[in-house]
């Protein structure tokens, strides 16, 4: 069994900063892509940032020059710093990892989410 468990988001003040970390555990052989997703209500989920096992990095364009995501690969862990938050940053943030438990065997696997809710 592989887990995607987040942390970090909360409530912040427009033009403030947060953090959110994601980190992997269970059977893993090895992780590919991983990356954070968003769903603002009403809308679909969409792809805010993701970053490749060796450290390219690609972002949406509303969060460019806003948003740096990173990763660990010793601690399985990638993380999303957010500065500059704005009022329509707001939804619940997810976590993705392509893993493979065994060799070549990947598949999408999905954290919980967290809420980040960016006031006024």
């Known amino acids: 069994q592989v887990q995607l468990v987040e942390s970090g988001g909360g409530l912040v003040q427009a033009g403030g900063s947060a953090r959110l970390s994601c980190a992997a555990s269970?059977?893993?052989?090895?992780?590919?892509?991983m990356g954070w997703y968003r769903q603002a209500p009403g809308k679909q989920r969409e792809l805010v940032a993701a970053?490749?096992?060796?450290?390219?990095?690609n972002y949406a364009d509303p969060v460019k020059g806003r948003f740096t995501i990173s990763r660990d690969n010793a601690k399985n862990t990638v993380y999303l710093q957010m500065n500059s938050l704005k009022p329509e940053d707001t939804a619940v943030y997810y976590c993705?990892?392509?893993?493979?438990?065994?060799?070549?065997?990947?598949?999408?696997?999905w954290g919980q989410g967290t809420q980040v809710t960016v006031s006024s």
């Open positions: 970053i490749t096992s060796p450290g390219t990095t």
């Open positions: 269970g059977s893993i052989f090895s992780i590919n892509d």
């Open positions: 993705n990892a392509k893993i493979a438990s065994r060799r070549y065997a990947y598949r999408d696997y």
